[in-house]
């Protein structure tokens, strides 16, 4: 978790509210994504990236945008915070395929968020 | 229906019990095929990964493909307290674009 960092690690805002959630890593990866988790949906991809000028929509992507700043940061933000946005929301980060051993991602300790 | 179903438990089980956990899933494109285990206010991990169809183990965890059946396992020998957290399985197409996460189950060993 050390090589993926997010802050803040807990918030809580207002409706109508506009917030940003960053992440950073120091693992010299090209590609970061970030993710909601609710229970019983499990984790759903908001936005991925795969360098610094591509930016792609997930599977939840209404309500949130994402900046990606450099190759090691990527900030999500909620533009006007609503009550069904409460929910913790991982970033994470893999390298492409082919780089050597198997591929996976590597997720940050997680922000978690109450809009009320 | 979702690409991949994983029931979200929780498993109770007593500590050195064997334990099984599993996944469906509809897309049968699907290559790679993982597990990630997530202790409470953690990130999850990567605990296991499978190319295609087949088994492999790694210590006291066994994990199993069947894409004829597109479904997944994930065996735990001598389930110890230290097991206890949320299993989620996930998998991805060739070319890695992005994974496709199960709910998870979360497991509780009891001593």
């Known amino acids: 978790d050390a090589d993926v960092t997010q802050t803040p690690r807990n918030r809580i805002t207002k409706t109508g509210k506009r917030i940003m959630l960053e992440c950073s890593q120091t693992?010299?990866?090209?590609?970061m994504y970030w993710y909601r988790q609710d229970p019983g949906l499990g984790l759903r991809l908001i936005y991925y990236s795969f360098d610094v000028k591509d930016i792609n929509k997930g599977e939840i992507s209404d309500g949130y945008s994402v900046s990606r700043q450099a190759q090691a940061k990527f900030s999500l933000s909620l533009e006007s915070a609503i009550p069904n946005q409460t929910a913790l929301y991982f970033c994470a980060t893999s390298d492409r395929p082919g780089q050597g051993g198997q591929w996976t991602q590597y997720f940050g300790p997680g922000t978690r968020l109450l809009v009320l | 229906q979702k690409e991949v179903e994983q029931d979200p438990g929780p498993l109770s089980v007593p500590e050195g019990a064997i334990v099984s956990l599993n996944c469906t899933y509809s897309n049968s494109a699907f290559q790679y095929f993982m597990w990630y285990r997530q202790y409470s206010r953690k990130g999850p991990e990567l605990l296991m990964y499978?190319?295609?169809?087949g088994n492999k183990e790694d210590g006291r965890f066994t994990a199993q493909v069947d894409k004829s059946s597109k479904y997944i396992s994930l065996f735990i020998r001598d389930s110890q307290p230290s097991d206890s957290a949320t299993y989620l399985c996930?998998?991805?197409?060739?070319?890695?674009?992005?994974?496709?996460f199960g709910t998870g189950t979360r497991l509780l060993v009891s001593p």
């Open positions: 693992k010299g990866h090209d590609r």
């Open positions: 499978t190319y295609s169809s």
């Open positions: 996930a998998m991805t197409l060739i070319g890695f674009q992005k994974l496709v």
